[in-house]
T-cell receptor, first 114, second 113 residues
């Protein structure tokens, strides 16, 4: 089955620690995205990428970093500079070759600072 | 300019009733307006979408109404069912090569039997 796999499902981070969230897709989609979801605030864009080795900052990129070394993979690192990282993180992809513009989302990673 | 404002924040509807969720935007360059449905602990899934040259789109019990002059669009769920209980997000696409979506804050819908 084609889709997006996010791992782990739950992640606990200690203060001052960097953690990396995994996102892998087998849909052959060009573009990938990371969103952060907080209650009552919808989905806010962290980073996005159109092609390998290219990525752009979204609205709330501070304290986060990404890489796009392979088309299938778009890992997100939450650094110690992110002051309030507890949230639900969603990865998505879209096929830029099609005009339907729809996103496919993963099942998310819930990150908690302990 | 890049915001999408969604209301209400929460909605309670009786089974069989009509659920209506509204969204408004300012940026006239938005060129695609999807709605996503999200169940607890899951990622959002595309429900229905519309382009600004169309005033209405219907898929089963779900209808998008689009008012380009007012810069508003809404989701109507007819004959609402308990299984429709979820969080709904409207979104708008920023034109250009990245296919970037701006999401509304979400509406938590509860359909009571």
């Amino acid at each position: 089955d084609g889709g997006i796999t996010q791992s782990p499902k739950y992640l606990f981070r200690k203060e001052g620690q960097n953690v990396t969230l995994s996102c892998e897709q087998n849909l052959n989609h060009d573009a990938m995205y990371w969103y952060r979801q907080d209650p009552g605030q919808g989905l806010r864009l962290i980073y996005y990428s159109q092609i390998v080795n290219d990525f752009q900052k979204g609205d709330i990129a501070e304290g986060y970093s990404v890489s796009r070394e392979k088309k299938e993979s778009f890992p997100l690192t939450v650094t110690s500079a992110q002051k309030n990282p507890t949230a639900f993180y969603l990865c998505a992809s879209s096929d830029l070759q099609l005009a339907n513009y729809g996103y496919t989302f993963g099942s998310g990673t819930r990150l908690t600072v302990v | 300019q890049q915001q999408v404002k969604q209301s209400p924040q929460s909605l309670i509807v009786q089974k069989g009733g009509i659920s209506i969720i509204n969204c408004a935007y300012e940026n006239t360059a938005f060129d695609y307006f999807p709605w996503y449905q999200q169940f607890p602990g899951k990622g959002p899934a595309l429900l229905i979408a519309i382009r600004p040259d169309v005033s209405e789109k219907k898929e089963g019990r779900f209808t998008i109404s689009f008012n380009k002059s007012a810069k508003q669009f809404s989701l109507h769920i007819m004959d609402s069912q308990p299984g429709d209980s979820a969080t709904y997000f409207c979104a708008a696409r920023v034109g250009g090569g990245y296919n970037k979506l701006i999401f509304g804050a979400g509406t938590r819908l509860a359909v009571h039997p």
